[in-house]
Each structure stands twice: as C-alpha cells, then as structure tokens.
C-alpha cells in the first residue's frame, strides 16, 4: 500500500535542509571530496564563498552524488520546494518564471500549428477512463478519485470527514490526461469534413499518483500541454502526430539546448490506446535517459470508443482519425540537469527569465560615485532592453555584492555586469560568464554593445548545446551483442546503447528485468539496411535498430 | 442531496440545443415578439439571416428571456460548451483566446505590483482547511474530496471501483482557494523583514462545488489568478490589498470597459477567514449586480494559524500581516453581458482577441479580380500588423461572405471589412462596425489608414464604456425609507440601491430573506457626511452608506 498522502514535506529531499547535523556532515565530505578545479579564478571564488554561505546551503558535488546534487541544485536556485502533499511541489517563482517563458515559446508554435487552446474540466467521470481498454489499464492504477463533494464534522472526533451524506454516485478521476473528456466533446463537435483537421491544446495541471517522485521528473501533479487532433484520414493525423515531434525537437533543443534522440516506441513502451508513440529522448550527465516529450499517433482508437464519425464529401459517414501531443514541467529537469554545474544551475540564454543580472556598486557617502554608476547603470539598461536584451538590476540594499553574486549565479543567468564608480569613470563595465567565468570588459560608448550582448549569449547558448551534443556523441555506443552492453553496465559505463533488434516484446522484457535498460526508442533516422543484420540479443534477423538505455 | 456528478450534459443550457421542437418553438417566439429595430439595415441583415440560419443556432431576444440570452450568446459565439461533469464547462477556443488576452493583461499588472508567479499543490490536506476557524466554514461544506489514489475493477460487476486498498489515511481536497497551502509554504519562507513584503500570485484551476451552476458566472470549477502576500506591518497589507483592487478596476474597466463600483464588504458578506474583503461590483442589465473581484485584508489570522512570524529589525518576533486577491472567468461573463446583443457577443476592442476581421471577396473565375483583391488584402493586413491591430483574414473556401459575417458578428468582432474586386479597382475597404453596423468607405492609399483604425477602434472601447456606465448611473437609485426599495423591486426596476445603513448584521439577513437582496459594499467614495443621518431601514443613526441590490 501506499504511504499516506500527507506529512512527508519532504518527500523530494533525501535529507531534510534544515537538519542540521546532515548539513554539517554533507559541508564536511563535500569539502574533503571535491574535485579539483579547473580555473584558479574559480576555486578562489569558491573558497571565499564557503566562509559566508551557511552550511545549509551546500550543493553537493555531481560526481559525488548526482541525484542529491540535482535537488540541491534545483532547490538553491530557488526554483522548487517540496509541499506537504506527498509527490507534489511546490513551483516557486524563478522555475514559474522558467516555465513560463517555455510555454510562451512553445505556445507559439503550437499556434503555428494551428492548434488553438481550450480548457477542458479537471475532473473525469470514472466511466469514461474504461471506454478505451488500454487506456483504462494505463491510467486508472495510478488516479487521484473524488468520491464525495463536501466535508462535515465528525460527530465522534469533531474533525472533519467526508460527509456520508455528499458521497457522489459515480467517482470523479482528476485528469491524468485528457484524451476521454476531450473526445466526449469532439463526439459533440465534429460532423463534416469540413469540421476536419480538428486541433486543440490545452495548458493544465494533470495528476498520477507516482509512487518514487522527483521535482520535475517525476511528481504526481505536474504542469504541461496536451493537444488533441483528429483527421480526416490516417495520413494527416500520422504527420500532424510528426509535425509536433518535430516542434518540440526544436524548441526543446534551440531554447533548452537539450539535444534529443527522435524517435518511435516499442509496443511495450506505447502510450495506453495509441497506435504510435513517438518521442524525443535525452540523455543526462548521470548516463540516464529522459524522456522529454511524446507525441501519439492514436489510430481510430478514441473515435471508436466515443463515437466520433465525420461525412466525408462523399456523403460517407467515416471515424476520424487522431492523434495526442504533450510535454510538461519535466523538460525543466532535463534543462536543469544538462547544464548545471557544482555552483548551482546554468541556464541557456534563450530560456533564461534574466539574461543579464547588473550588480551595481555604490558607497554610502559617495554621492558623487553613486551619480556615476546610476548613470552607468540607466545607459546599460536602456541599450539592452531597447535590443531586446533581458536585463535586471539588483540594487537591493543591506546586501553585499558578492552575496548577490552567489546568488545569480546560483540562479544560473548567463550573464553579469559590474559597475562601480571605477567602472563609471572609464565608461566601462566588465561582464562575467556564467558558464566559464571569463570576465570581459566593454565600453559603453561602443556602438555595438548591445549586439556584443547579443553575441555572448548566442555563444553561451551554441557552447552549451554543442558541449551537451557531444557528450551525447560520446555515450551512444554500438552494441553488438548483449555481452556488450552488460560489460558496459557493469563498469557502470551507461549512455545510449544502440544495437539490431528482433522487437520481440517478452525478449524486451527479459532485458529489462535483468538490467533495468529499456528500449528508449527506435530512432528513426537509423532504421534502414537492415538487410543480412542479426538481433543482437537473439541473433534472429534484426527489424529494427533500437536505442538501450536507463532511464528516470 | 446533491445530484450524480455524471450525465447532466447540458447542465448550463435550459433547454437542450439539440431538441429540434423546442428549437422551433423558440424561433417562432422571436420572430413575433421581435422589438422593432432602429435600423432598417439591420433589420434587413436580420432577416436575410434568419432565412439562412438553422432553428438551432437562434439567440434568444435579451428583452424576452435574459438568462436563455446569455447562454445562447455564450454557446452561439463559440465561447463555451457544457461538459458532463455536474458545473463544469468547457472554455471552448474563442473563450480561451479571451481569456488568455485578459490573463496577459492582467499578469503584466500584478507583476509590475511585485508580485511573481508561482504553483502551489492542486491537493491541499483536509486538516489544512481546519487551521483557520472562519476559512473552515467557508470552503468545507463544498469542495471535490479526494479519498482514494487508485481505482481497481469491481469482483462483481466488472467495471471499475475506488481501490479499498488505496484509501488515504487522511483525505485531500482538491483547492477551492489556496490560503492554507500557501501559509503553510510561507511559514517555511518567510523569517526575516527582509523577506518581506513577500508578494506571490497563481494562475490556476480552483473547485468549489456549486448547486446551482451559470458558465462563467458560477460554475464548480473555474479559472482565476489568485495572489497571496505577507508584510511587516498591517499598513503595508492594507495599502497592498487597495491597491490590487485599484489594479483590477484600471483592467475591469479599461479592458473589459465594464464599470465597478469599488467598496467594501459588510460582515456577513466578507471572505471566509478576512478582517476585510475589498470588492468591485458591477451591474448587469438586467439589473442584478456582479460581484468581479475582491481583494481580502486578512489581519493575522493566517500567519497564527499557520505560524508565520518574522524577525523585526530591532529582532522582536512578530506576526506577518496578510493580504488575498484574485479574479477569475467570471469576468467573462461580466463582459458578455454587459456589452452583447441579441445578434451575439460584443468584444470590447482592448480585449478582443480579433480587433478587425477581413472577409475577402473573389469569385472562382475571376483570375485578374482574384489578384487584385489578394494586393489589397496583402497591402490591409501588412498595414495593420505593423500597427498594433489584431487582424485576421478568413479565406475559408466553401463558404458565402454572408455566412462569414453572421459568424464573426456573433463572435464579436469590433470591425468587419469586406473586400471584392470593386474596391479593389477604387483602392478602397469597406468597414463596418459591430456596434452599430455603420459602414464607412476607407482609401488604403490614405498614409493614416493605420491611425483611423485605431480611432475607430479606440471610439468603439470609449462607446462601450459610456454606455454601460451611463446604464449604471442610470439604474443607481437612492433609498430613503425600505418602502422605497420594495417599490422598485415590486416594479421589477432593479439596480444599485443607495441607502443609509445602521450596519447591523442581523437586520442585513432579514432584508435578505424578505426581499432578496444583499449589501454589495460599501461605496468607498460614499462614507462621508453621516452625521445626522439615520438608516433607511432601523431609523437608527447611520454608520454606513450601502450599496443594496440583487446580485448573481
């Protein structure tokens, strides 16, 4: 059975922040552990860091422990907390601030499309999950059920318990997804070719009761966008159902700069009810893969359960044809893990809520100072934001800068910007990298300083997709028989293993279940001469070139 | 008892659209109580429609039934569908890309007020609710309890059941506000004066189980934004809670053009947990106020219950003081009503999602007045994205400029222009407005084409505004003696009632009972020059001045 819903507010966390001991101990190991730096630059920072940053606010080194260093990561930048609902978090305002700018991105071309959006109810009869039979099996394990709509007082306790009184006839699921409710209503909406293709998408809050969650990756209420089309024939559905693959590759790699593996699932692997699934497939620094975003091809299979039937204009009454689409909150967790490193997170500039953060620096008795640098400061300003440049200025006061420094950087913004009043008398200013810290000084008189800006971050976002590209590049490795990748596994060597399969659904299994790889996908790049190959598991004729990994 | 949640497909529409008999009745009825247009020409657009139109697609005249006017204005211009689920509608594309504009409109303000986005948990603890005595009693007698996180199949029957075995220990609610969560979360945020204020706002779905249920104006589960902020002193909570409501008057008004009467709540009518719920009420024509967003001064109560304190700068400890606001879909329905007709919706400019609609005429053989008229469109709608107007062109095949027209007046759009051949000779457009229906003859050579667009644009938000709040002032009668409200009410001449007020809570529920009608609020700039007054209802010295009037 499941552990209560409640009282685990720190579910997410190994070890709660606020546990003093722990925080000592992690300080303790972290700064014996560490690897060595690089950059002296950058060891020095850390260093004088160290002496004012409180225990509790350690990021655990990646090679020490990359999954405690993904939630020290995510929690120091301040983007996520852990809520007192068992799976569920709490999205604070920078990861929002994140997430909003990938919806506005993705939104657009979702609209490009030619998707427009809707909202659809959050709850859904129990009765309309099974009307599709592997959907039901796919989701109805895993609901949150309304079963009555009001609370009372208990006579006995005088707490409060569901009213006996208010128990509701049939039970309402909170959407895990919305193919049913949204199918009900396209039976409503759809009678003519002329009704055809049919497109909406939906920005909502979906629930799956996930037993081992993990913010972003995997929490039981997530955020994301669902589309659902239907067609007038099988050909349009199947390349809408690529078409958004293929947005979502690109948002996914030219805003994230997440490079991705396109490709399509194996039957186990499949969407409940559809026919295709096809999917983008990262692969994170820990050698695990993420899956990033899905898009189904569903076949006839909801028309069907729901009746959805068009007149073609042959006056013939023919099902339509559909296809589903979405990707949530979970592509911040790929973004986060990526490319951040043991000084917090890394945000690509295309993504970045702030692109440059412009720390200036005054003394209180230095009026005249002051002046200058508030002039320095609105000058900067003013060029960026009339370019389009994101750029904000931290002039909290009670705040030494070198806090603020650790902050921004903890935040991930790519870009900061000095000006003291040395600064204001040579007109210069000198900027730091995020990714790097290389610091570089420019004068404000130059004309092209806001291309100059937009140079930098257009670097800093190419470095970070080619540096993730490679790594990528580096951990995809042939296998040509299952002693391969068990060898790999074992020196604990993981990446993306590619090898010639005999798709065989109970071998897949077996694979699994002896060492937790699975079939990611079949990239669909890499589908061709198959002639003469053998599967490299069971050496019967390969049908597919499949894509092994572990995955979150 | 409640009703099943399930199988009340047209819970919003009192007579099913698809019931042909009904539908025909209801023509019938309109075409002979008809009132008498002013215009010939629409008239004459009138009934050249309605030989064209199906029975089922009528709008139901305002002056013959006005709640079957708003649901049909709602259904017929696309807005909206009724769902399965008991209250919960569908915002149907058009709607959303409303409320999306308004949502846009509105965020760009709370963020400028300082607050940031964030997304607390959909499911909040059943003990959560209890924590704070009066919020207890408001919120728990109507919420979705979630009691299980796992359906199985019923051994009986087949179908499925809530899985006994995953019963929660302790049940969750689904949110119908977020106060608990978030006070919760704050506890674990706020500890210093430096984080204060503390100012944060959601987008979300909220639920609170509704008898009897209206699309958008109350519906069980709804769309809104709801802020939430903590500060050092009860000043700072006070002057924020104003100032939200000041922000939501500048969009209700500017925006929506809907005019509010901004006060404040009585007692009984107050926020279940403030110490003073700030309204704007708006007031509808058939008399009835709205209530369109409240802002809640909520004292300490929170901040005891869910102990949240701060450090002081001279480190005393003390309570945060809180503030609460939000608005929701229900403004839709505010602005639907405030502005439509009976040939449909009525989009105020500043809010329509399609400022200027542009119907292309060409005819299929005409390959030279085709091209022509495509120059024109091109050089129109080129001329207009560069200015700011929303624009959009339908060039659907298959479908008479007639039928085009008949859909875009009912789905609001400010300014229609229609474009053939002929004008394409004379380089001209012919726009007409929803309004009123005038035409006017515009050259597209004239280099300010862009500039009387937007006139015609900014005339038709000022018209709006006008007359809706000539409407109100209108229908604002001062009371002297409850003889006085009863006539108008027994007159059926409802509206804003104007009275001096003892402000005794007991005598507020017997007018309520006796006559149906509740205190809105009390007009912020109407509590002056009491002294000598007495209330219209007790004959005792007043305290207040009172906005009376039956409300949705």
């Known amino acids: 059975m ?55 606010d350690r990021i655990t080194s990646a090679s020490e422990d990359f999954s405690q260093w993904y939630l020290d990561v995510i929690r120091e930048s301040d983007m996520v907390d852990a809520s007192p609902i068992k799976g569920c978090m709490v999205i604070k305002p920078w990861g929002m601030s994140i997430w909003d700018k990938l919806r506005a991105t993705l939104d657009d071309r979702i609209t490009e499309s030619g998707a427009e959006n809707a909202y659809f109810p959050l709850l859904i009869p129990q009765s309309f999950l099974s009307k599709e039979a592997e959907h039901v099996d796919g989701f109805a394990k895993e609901c949150a059920v309304v079963t009555h709509h009001r609370l009372t007082e208990d006579p006995d306790s005088g707490g409060l318990i569901p009213d006996p009184a208010a128990a509701l006839e049939e039970p309402l699921i909170v959407r895990p997804t919305s193919e049913t409710i949204i199918w009900h209503m396209f039976q409503k909406w759809i009678a003519s ?84 699934t096809y999917t983008i497939e990262a692969l994170m620094p820990n050698g695990w893969a993420l899956q ?14 729901f009746g959805v039937y068009y007149q073609t204009k042959e006056a013939k009454r023919e099902l339509v044809w559909a296809t589903s689409w979405g990707v949530s909150t979970r592509l911040l967790g790929a973004m986060v893990m990526t490319h951040s490193d043991d000084a917090g997170l890394v945000l690509p500039p295309n993504i970045a809520p702030v692109q440059v953060i412009l720390v200036p620096m005054t003394r209180k008795n230095d009026e005249e100072g ?34 603020k420094y650790f902050e921004w950087e903890r935040k991930g913004v790519p870009l900061r910007i000095d000006a003291g009043p040395r600064d204001a008398a040579t007109q210069s200013i000198v900027v730091t990298s995020r990714v790097d810290n290389e610091k570089r000084t420019l004068s404000i008189t130059d004309k092209h300083l806001a291309e100059t800006f937009h140079h930098m971050l257009s670097d800093i976002q190419t470095h970070l997709f080619a540096k993730a590209s490679n790594y990528v590049h580096e951990k995809t490795y042939k296998v040509d028989t299952y002693n391969d990748l068990k060898s790999r596994l074992d020196q604990d060597d993981l ?32 589908q061709t001469e198959l002639e003469g190959k053998v599967c490299f598991y069971s050496g019967q004729p390969a049908t597919h070139v499949a894509l092994f990994a572990r995955a979150f």
Not at 510 to 523: F, H, L, Q, W
Request: glycine share 6%.
């Open 495 to 526: 990446g993306f293993f590619l090898a010639y399969w005999c798709a065989d659904d109970e071998l897949e299994k077996r694979i699994k279940e002896d060492c937790s790889v699975t079939i990611r996908c079949y990239p669909s790049d890499k």
């Open 370 to 403: 002051t002046a200058t640098v508030n002039a320095l400061v609105n000058n900067v300003v003013t060029t960026c934001m009339a370019n389009g440049i994101r750029i904000k200025v931290d002039d909290r006061e009670n705040m030494r800068p070198g806090a």
């Open 193 to 276: 070719h002329r009704d055809l293709p049919f497109k909406v998408n939906q920005w909502a809050n979906v629930l799956r009761w996930e037993m081992r969650t993990r913010p972003f990756l995997r929490s039981s209420e997530f955020l994301w966008q669902e589309g659902h089309t239907a067609h007038a024939t099988e050909e349009d559905a199947l390349r809408t159902a690529k078409e958004m693959l293929d947005i979502y590759t690109e948002v996914v790699e030219g805003t994230l700069a997440v490079p991705v593996v396109k490709g399509y699932k194996s039957a186990n692997e499949r969407f409940a009810g559809a026919e295709e």
């Open 2 to 56: 499941f552990a209560a819903a409640v009282g685990c507010a720190r579910a997410f966390t190994r070890s709660g922040s606020r546990n003093a001991a722990l925080r000592v101990a992690r300080l303790t190991t972290s700064a014996t552990n560490k690897p060595v730096q690089q950059k002296n630059k950058v060891k020095q920072q850390k260093v004088k860091r160290r002496s004012t940053t409180p225990a509790s």
């Open 292 to 305: 990033s975003g899905t898009s189904h091809f569903l076949g006839q299979n909801f028309a069907e359960a």
